[in-house]
């Protein structure tokens, strides 16, 4: 749901949209998977048309209400191994995000995009690396059906497309060195993004505003050889593991403050106004 309050989910979800909308600019789109529609939505500002397709009927409804307004935009019913469009090669491209997963037939589900995707149209589709989304980390999904490791997934695209390019994601925590300059020609590619009730939507490139800081390179000659933007990233997540443990602390003094209010009750209020001066966090709490 795009309104979620969960930042890491909205980053990891909004940017996959965010990527493909480069590639897809005013082509034919296919959606698969489409969930709320939220997505589908979204690309819809920068394709010709865009058809989202699910296998839930409730959330096809509501996405064919909520996002009504857009002319290029419709919403169908439908499975990922029958999609329920008549032809070949009917689209530029078609987006599957979080998906393939979800089904043990994903031959038959790439053989169905084969069918509708055009001789030299795209497939952008993203899923979990098993290595880390389950083995690392521990955690099973009860609604994944077939989760896959990089190779197996390398291999299932590879038996059905000529050429696969395969990327990484990750939220990383870290910083950002980049062009004042010449932002509209920066070799690395910034995207600036607000977040609303609608959704995100795409702002101006990054500008000075935004910088808290200026870094300088001067020279005597008239052009650098190299770029000189740059990203410093953390691969150990210190930052959101420091805010989970203060969140988790938070929630841990929450019950503990609810629970001896249960068990105390008018005397909650005396132990209150004695601790707070001296506990900021119960203070703001």
């Known amino acids: 749901m795009p309104e979620i309050e969960e930042a890491t989910i909205s980053y990891e979800h909004w940017h996959r949209y965010l990527f493909a909308s480069k590639l897809v600019q005013g082509k034919k789109i296919l959606d698969i998977a ?3 529609g939220y997505g589908s939505f979204f690309l819809a500002q920068f394709a010709q048309s865009v058809v989202g397709v699910d296998y839930d009927e409730k959330s096809v409804l509501h996405a064919a209400d909520k996002y009504r307004q857009k002319e290029n935009l419709t919403f169908r019913v439908g ?3 029958d999609i329920p469009i008549v032809g070949e090669g009917m689209f530029d491209a078609i987006v599957s ?4 997963e979800h089904i043990v037939e994903q031959d038959e589900f790439l053989k169905e995009v084969k069918r509708l995707l055009s001789r030299d149209g795209i497939f952008i589709a993203s899923t979990p690396n098993r290595a880390v989304y389950s083995d690392k980390n521990k955690h099973r999904n009860p609604f994944h059906l077939k989760e896959l490791y990089f190779d197996d997934f390398k291999k299932l695209l590879e038996t059905h497309f000529l ?6 994601q990750k939220i990383f925590c870290g910083s950002v060195i980049w062009s004042l300059d010449d932002v509209d020609n920066q070799k690395l590619s910034i995207e600036n993004v607000c977040f609303s009730e609608k959704g995100i ?3 101006e490139k990054v500008k000075p505003s935004i910088s808290p800081y200026f870094i300088a390179v001067a020279s005597q000659k008239k052009q650098f050889e190299c770029s000189l933007e740059s990203i410093m990233l953390d691969s150990e997540d ?3 593991k420091q805010f989970s443990f203060i969140r988790k602390d938070l929630e841990d003094q929450r019950g503990f403050l609810e629970k001896l209010y249960r068990s105390r009750g008018w005397r909650f209020i005396s132990f209150i106004h004695k601790v707070r001066l001296k506990i900021p966090i119960i203070n703001k709490w």
Do not use: N, R
């Open 79 to 81: 499975s990922m191994t």
């Open 238 to 240: 210190k930052l959101i």
């Open 34 to 36: 489409c969930g709320e």
């Open 163 to 168: 050429s696969v390019k395969i990327m990484g």
């Open 97 to 100: 995000f979080e998906s393939i």
């Open 201 to 203: 939507s795409t702002t």
